[in-house]
């Protein structure tokens, strides 16, 4: 009888650096993945090694995502991530073994390619939408296409996060399909309906909020569509929804001013309301206290919003392109995020049928059912066992 082929125990590090901002309150949306996959390793494997690596840490600040659990360690070096990049990919010097030690996976939850002797590589693709539409990002994102096209390839496996991903990986850069494997994000428990109606309205309070609203979430930059929601938002009010507020959470991030030279173009001052970012620990109130979620954005890899408003129970209005289709699939309502009147009438006829919006919300939970970040870790966890079969 052939003895069962033992299993091998992997020694992973995993690049933290772009979670560092979350001790400061705020985290982008690669950090919040990057925290959250951890968090997720950390449930479901208690057997590899993992080695949680931070390039610079700021002076004064926690290890962020710091792991209680004997498999997992942390390493923190004085070097700004940008000092280190230099060094590996045009010095050709620090291979990530003499920094990190003993490993043989390697994960980067975004476009990071250390100098490695033998390591395997595993890269997570959130988005090439800086390749697609540059005239919608920062000219500093778009530069990063050309240091992808020459490494991206060399990697040992991809992570996208949705299908259209893997599409753009496949049309823009030619990578194989046997080279990517798709895991989706997932929710995090404290997105679901919250029934605290004094609470919610004590939340509400503290950002001026009163009354009926529809809400979006996202940084303020021209791929989200903000400039066309706002226009939508206007055309909403002709139709007779005149009461309704309009809630736009997200951090100033590019090309945000015209933004509020619209708001106040169009006399919508004491309408819109800009909350700034808000930690994940506000949004459910946020998300729960309102009558919509609104996201008619020009490109996404994967809305995380999107998944913790239908989470939350949230009608949910978004665009026809991207990954949206794939992740909300019946449970919304899809609209060409080029058209203001389409989008003004597909939220106007949601708030004005009633049945409609509860069999949207109905839907949007059960959708939601479908994404968590233990399944991510898990899904994860097989793309790692996979790379080292390779061989």
Known sequence: MIAPKKKIKMHIGIDLSSTVEKETGKITSIGYYAYELVKGLSKVDKENEYILFHSFLPKGKRVPCS???DNFKSRVFKFPHRILDFCWNNLHLLPLEDLIGNINIFHS???TFPLSKRIKRVVTVHGLGFSKYPELFPREEVRTLRKIRKFLPKVDRLI???????????????????????????????????????????????????????????????????????????????????????????????????????????????????????????????????????RPSLYEGCSLPLLEAMACGLPVVTSNISSFSEIVGDAGILVDPYDVEEIAEAVYNVLSNKESAEEMRRKGLEKAKQFSWEKCAKETLKVYEEVLKDG
Do not use: M, W
């Open 109 to 111: 939850p975004s476009f």
């Open 160 to 294: 996208a996060v949705s299908c259209s991903i893997r599409e753009e990986l496949k049309e823009i850069l030619g990578i194989s399909p046997r080279k990517i494997n798709i895991v989706y994000h997932g929710i995090n428990e404290i997105f679901h309906p919250i029934k605290d109606k004094e609470k919610i309205a004590e939340k509400l309070s503290q950002y001026g909020i009163s009354g009926k609203y529809i809400i979006s979430v996202g940084k303020l930059e021209p791929a989200k569509n903000f400039g066309r929601l706002i226009d939508a938002f206007s055309e909403i009010g002709k139709l007779g929804g005149n009461l309704l507020k309009l809630v736009i959470v997200g951090a100033p991030y590019y090309q945000y001013d015209e933004l509020f030279q619209k708001t106040r173009k169009l006399k919508l001052d004491n309408k819109v309301i800009f909350t700034g970012y808000l930690s994940p620990d506000e949004l459910p109130y946020l998300y729960s206290g309102a009558e919509l979620f609104l």
């Open 67 to 69: 792991i209680n659990q």
